[in-house]
C-alpha cells in the first residue's frame, strides 16, 4: 500500500531512516528487506540513507564533517532540515531510526507515550529490553530521533541492530560481537513485525 491510500484507509504510515552514519552497513539489510517483502498492514516513506556523503565514504559524518546523529537539537545541516520538513508534511504515526552495532531499542517517555508503546512493541519482537533511560532536558545535546520527538511532537524511536563486521563503527564502545548477515536480515524482520501492532 502507499502511504497516502494507507492513510485514507486509517492504517498507520511509518518513516524508517535506515542510515543515518555512512560506516553502518546493517541498517541497508533492512532497506532490502522492506523491498524484497513490502508491508502490507501499514506504509512505509522508507529513506535508505539519511547521509548520502557518509554513504559514498564509509564514514560517520557528512560532507560538511557534522555528525547528523548529533544535530537533533541544533537542526544546522540541510538533511537534518529536509528530515524534519519531510516528517512535517507526512505526519507519520511513527519515525523508526536504525543504527547499528548495539543492538537495543531507545524510546523515551511515559507509559502512555506512542514512542514509549512502540518501542516496547518492537523490542519485545526482537528480545530486548526497551532502554527507556528518560528525556534529555538540554536540547543541545538531543539525538536526531529524540529531536523529532521534542521539538516536532512526532513519536520516534531508535533501533539498533548488530553490525555485520568488526569493521562496522569500529571505535563504537562497548558493543556486542558482529553477527552474520542472516542474523540481522531476522532482526530487521522483527522490527517491521513489532510495526504491525503499533497503533
Known amino acids: 500500500w502507499g502511504p497516502s491510500k494507507a492513510r485514507m484507509l486509517g492504517m498507520p504510515t511509518y518513516v524508517i531512516v535506515a542510515q543515518v552514519h555512512g560506516d553502518e552497513c546493517s541498517p541497508q539489510l533492512l532497506v532490502d528487506e522492506v523491498r524484497i517483502n513490502p508491508p502490507t498492514r501499514y506504509a512505509v516513506w522508507l529513506i535508505p540513507t539519511l547521509n548520502p556523503d557518509g554513504y559514498k565514504a564509509g564514514a560517520r559524518r557528512n560532507g560538511n564533517n557534522a555528525d547528523l546523529n548529533r544535530d537533533g537539537g541544533y537542526t544546522r545541516e540541510w538533511e537534518t532540515n529536509a528530515l524534519f520538513d519531510f516528517v512535517s ?47 534529555r532536558e538540554d536540547r543541545r545535546t538531543w539525538f536526531l530521533w529524540q529531536g523529532l520527538k521534542y521539538e516536532l511532537g512526532q513519536p520516534s524511536v531508535l533501533v539498533e541492530f548488530h553490525a555485520i563486521s568488526a569493521l562496522e563503527v569500529p571505535d563504537a564502545q562497548p558493543r556486542p560481537d558482529a553477527v552474520n548477515i542472516e542474523q540481522v536480515r531476522a532482526e530487521a524482520r522483527a522490527l517491521l513485525k513489532g510495526l504491525i501492532s503499533t497503533p
Open 89 to 135: 508534511l507526512v505526519q507519520p504515526t511513527l519515525t523508526v531510526h536504525v543504527h547499528s552495532p548495539n543492538f537495543f531499542v531507545g524510546a523515551y517517555g511515559g507509559r502512555g507515550d506512542a514512542s514509549a508503546q512502540a518501542g516496547s512493541r518492537i523490542a519485545h519482537e526482537m528480545g530486548l529490553s526497551l532502554n527507556s533511560a528518560g528525556a
